[in-house]
């Protein structure tokens, strides 16, 4: 049986890079496989050489060509709309392939998974688990997101040991 996938937006992407952890980011969770699609590794162009090393050196991450077909066609169609083209590529996806989005832009996604019932995680997420599961400690987590924060990411300042985890994997 194949493994669930975590398919990842830009903004997750973009506060591992930031933290200096993105090596770190598929180890957290892995049980899954992680997931990049070309459109989203073509968004983000700050930190590609980083993803690259990921994707084709570690080979931690896979980079997946999104070529749409049929229905998840339509709905990229329909979701690029209203919605940025990494998100609504995750979003589509996830949708006709039954797998995880990993994104914090909720403002964009956080009503359409709950509607469509798709799984999420969300950057504080991965935190919560590396935390809960050893990896990362408080300090270290704290110091992640001051580190996203002073780098000019908008990331909410929690105590990870509080936090609860919105839609639970």
């Not at 832009?105 to 009503?111: F, P, V």
Request: charged fraction near 25%; hydrophobic fraction near 40%.
């Amino acid at each position: 049986m194949a493994k669930v996938k975590i398919v990842l937006d830009a903004d997750v992407l973009i506060h591992f890079a930031k933290a200096e952890r993105l090596n770190m980011l598929p180890e957290i969770l892995s049980e899954f496989e992680h997931v990049v699609l070309s459109v989203v590794y073509d968004e983000i162009k700050s930190i590609q050489d980083q993803l690259y090393n990921q994707i084709y050196f570690l080979k931690n991450i896979s980079l997946e060509k999104f070529e749409p077909q049929d229905q998840m066609k339509k709905e990229y169609a329909n979701l690029t709309k209203m919605f940025g083209r990494g998100e609504s590529a995750c979003m589509a996806y996830c949708k006709f392939t039954n797998n995880v989005i990993g994104s914090s832009n909720l403002k964009d996604i956080k009503e359409y998974c709950s509607r469509e019932g798709i799984s999420y995680l969300t950057t504080l997420d991965f935190l919560y688990y590396a935390f809960k599961r050893e990896k990362m400690s408080k300090d270290e987590c704290l110091q992640f997101i001051h580190d996203v924060k002073d780098k000019g990411s908008n990331l909410p300042l929690v105590d990870i040991t509080q936090y609860i985890p919105q839609n639970p994997i």
